[in-house]
């Protein structure tokens, strides 16, 4: 089962297509509208905020971060694709800890009008997740390992820029929403294991105190941006199918005069 990742090069975007043992991987980011592509802009300040605004902050007791785990193969190799847009059409965050958070238990997160789903879990299933206003929850215990899963329901190509604990999972640097992610294919799974250590494994995800957590333990990362997990989404170009190009409209000198009431859209 094969896994894509999109990765910056000397200004040049590569993307990687990644062989991981026990995962599946790529799927398809749909073409928004420029005006959603810009509107991610007001999003992204948005979504800073969501933190801060949480009424469920977890004591100090509760608190969790992600170390540096076990060694998972996965192979690389590189794909050419690229971006529609230099800004990101979707994001969301997810604040885990060891607490009984309140709010409406879900299966899983709707991403892109339910176009992407995301969803963590252990060898033992899905982990508990909970939506609570706009703020979303996940109960994790110390010790415990888990994988990020993304599952596309559309025929499109995204590609998905992870962080976690502030950390870009694919290189381990400071995490940014520019950053290069994994690709996403139409109709597929795409399952992130852990931080990537080398073109042909990655570290795993495991749950731990914060003083253990690999933010807190490596120059690019810091113990106060743990127990956080961001998503940022892409729509990439699939080489498969010609770039749309929009026609210019023609003028209409009655506009109102289209005929009988059209279905809905």
Same mark, same amino acid.
Not at 63 to 83: A, F, I, K, N, Y
Not at 166 to 184: E, F, H, K, P
């Given at each position: 089962?094969?896994?894509?990742?999109?990765?910056?090069?000397?200004?040049?975007?590569?993307?990687?297509?990644?062989?991981?043992?026990?995962?599946?991987?790529?799927?398809?980011?749909?073409?928004?509208?420029?005006?959603?592509?810009?509107?991610?802009?007001?999003?992204?300040?948005?979504?800073?905020?969501?933190?801060?605004?949480?009424?469920?902050?977890?004591?100090?007791?509760?608190?969790?971060?992600?170390?540096?785990?076990?060694?998972?193969?996965?192979? &690389?190799?590189? &794909?050419?694709?690229?971006?529609?847009?230099?800004?990101?059409?979707?994001?969301?965050?997810?604040?885990?800890?060891?607490?009984?958070?309140?709010?409406?238990?879900?299966?899983?997160?709707?991403?892109?009008?339910?176009?992407?789903?995301?969803?963590?879990?252990?060898?033992?299933?899905?982990?508990?997740?909970?939506?609570?206003?706009?703020?979303?929850?996940?109960?994790?215990?110390?010790?415990?390992?888990?994988?990020? &899963?993304?599952?596309?329901?559309?025929?499109?190509?995204?590609?998905?820029?992870?962080?976690?604990?502030?950390?870009?999972?694919?290189?381990?640097?400071?995490?940014?929403?520019?950053?290069?992610?994994?690709?996403?294919?139409?109709?597929?799974?795409?399952?992130?294991?852990?931080?990537?250590?080398?073109?042909?494994?990655?570290?795993?995800?495991?749950?731990?105190?914060?003083?253990?957590?690999?933010?807190?333990?490596?120059?690019?990362?810091?113990?106060?941006?743990?127990?956080?997990?961001?998503?940022?989404?892409?729509?990439?170009?699939?080489?498969?199918?010609?770039?749309?190009?929009?026609?210019?409209?023609?003028?209409?000198?009655?506009?109102?005069?289209?005929?009988?009431?059209?279905?809905?859209?």
């Amino acid at each position: 089962m094969d896994m894509i990742l999109h990765k910056k090069q000397s200004g040049a975007a590569i993307l990687l297509l990644a062989l991981l043992t026990g995962c599946s991987s790529s799927p398809t980011m749909q073409k928004e509208t420029a005006e959603v592509a810009q509107s991610t802009q007001t999003q992204a300040k948005q979504a800073d905020s969501i933190q801060a605004e949480s009424v469920q902050n977890a004591a100090e007791s509760e608190r969790l971060g992600t170390q540096w785990g076990d060694d998972v193969d996965s192979v &690389v190799t590189t &794909v050419d694709l690229s971006r529609v847009s230099d800004e990101p059409i979707a994001q969301m965050q997810v604040s885990y800890a060891d607490k009984n958070y309140k709010g409406r238990a879900v299966n899983s997160m709707s991403l892109l009008a339910g176009k992407v789903e995301f969803s963590a879990a252990t060898d033992n299933g899905k982990l508990p997740l909970y939506r609570d206003g706009s703020n979303y929850y996940l109960q994790g215990k110390a010790g415990q390992a888990y994988r990020l &899963v993304y599952h596309n329901n559309s025929a499109n190509t995204y590609e998905i820029v992870a962080s976690v604990d502030g950390l870009n999972v694919v290189d381990g640097s400071t995490a940014s929403r520019y950053d290069g992610g994994y690709v996403l294919r139409p109709n597929d799974e795409l399952v992130i294991e852990g931080f990537r250590k080398s073109d042909s494994a990655v570290a795993s995800f495991i749950f731990s105190k914060p003083g253990n957590a690999y933010a807190a333990n490596t120059d690019s990362g810091s113990i106060e941006n743990t127990g956080i997990i961001g998503t940022v989404i892409y729509e990439l170009y699939d080489p498969a199918k010609p770039k749309y190009k929009p026609q210019p409209k023609q003028p209409q000198a009655y506009p109102a005069d289209n005929g009988y009431a059209q279905p809905p859209k």
